[in-house]
Nanobody, 125 residues
Framework: AVQLAESGGGSVQAGGSARLSCAASDYINNYYRMGWFRQAAMKEREAVATSVTDGRVSYVDSVQGRFTISRDNAKNTLYLEMSSLKPVDSAIYYC???????????????????WGQGTQVTVSA
């Protein structure tokens, strides 16, 4: 089973930027669809952005135009570049692999096979 390790979380002011990384213990091209989810306090985990091996990416409406997902196959690493951050973006961000080919708005926790431990992102006003 692949192991995923997120890094790059922390505290940032509103309007700022942050970059999350997800290092995989296996070739990420082995996993058709990888993505970033987030879970805010008292809320369900939601998909934020996904990346497919053929280059297609998807974003949830709330982050479209502000977040960019990318992958470095040589480093087996998935990234999430976040800009124009808002307090509502505060959450634990999780990396996931082997996710189902469903519209991103319908992806749930059970639709991905592997998960990282998560990294906290806190955006202050």
């Amino acid at each position: 089973a692949v192991q995923l390790a997120e890094s790059g979380g922390g505290s940032v002011q509103a309007g700022g930027s942050a970059r999350l990384s997800c290092a995989a213990s296996d070739y990420i091209n082995n996993y058709y669809r990888m993505g970033w989810f987030r879970q805010a306090a008292m809320k369900e985990r939601e998909a934020v952005a996904t990346s497919v091996t053929d280059g297609r990416v998807s974003y949830v409406d709330s982050v479209q135009g502000r977040f960019t997902i990318s992958r470095d196959n040589a480093k087996n690493t998935l990234y999430l570049e976040m800009s124009s951050l808002k307090p509502v973006d505060s959450a634990i961000y999780y990396c996931a692999a082997l996710c189902a080919g469903k519209p991103i708005a319908t992806l749930t926790y059970t639709d991905c096979g592997y998960w990282g431990q998560g990294t906290q992102v806190t955006v202050s006003a």
